[in-house]
């Protein structure tokens, strides 16, 4: 099985835009879908949004209009496309399939 790993974080401006990826295992991909969190310094880890394998996507309310989730079953990718951030939006990225956690992607946003 693929431990998940995700890419794409960086620094950006806010009101900037940052796609984040996430290499899935397939088999657990297709059991459970997957979802993507946050965790901001000080703060708890909290949900952003969430892939099923049928491709219903789902988001948080504060994330809402800013995010997309997306993927790409040939490459076994899934994508964050995040627009229009703030400096609210500085965390840890993180992907999750099943009970499998990535090690996280920073991402900054400047004010």
């Known amino acids: 099985q693929v431990q998940p790993v995700e890419s794409g974080g960086g620094l950006v401006q806010a009101g900037g835009s940052l796609r984040l990826s996430c290499v899935v295992s397939?088999?657990?991909?297709?059991?459970?879908?997957m979802g993507w969190y946050r965790q901001a310094p000080g703060k708890e880890r909290e949900l952003v949004a969430t892939?099923?394998?049928?491709?219903?996507?789902s988001y948080s309310d504060y994330m809402k209009g800013r995010v997309t989730i997306f993927g790409d079953n040939a490459k076994r990718m899934v994508y964050l496309q995040m627009n229009n951030l703030s400096p609210e939006d500085t965390a840890v990225y993180y992907c999750?399939?099943?009970?499998?956690w990535g090690r996280g992607t920073q991402v900054t946003v400047s004010s």
């Open positions: 892939l099923t394998s049928g491709g219903t996507a």
């Open positions: 397939e088999s657990l991909f297709r059991r459970y879908g």
């Open positions: 999750s399939v099943g009970h499998d």
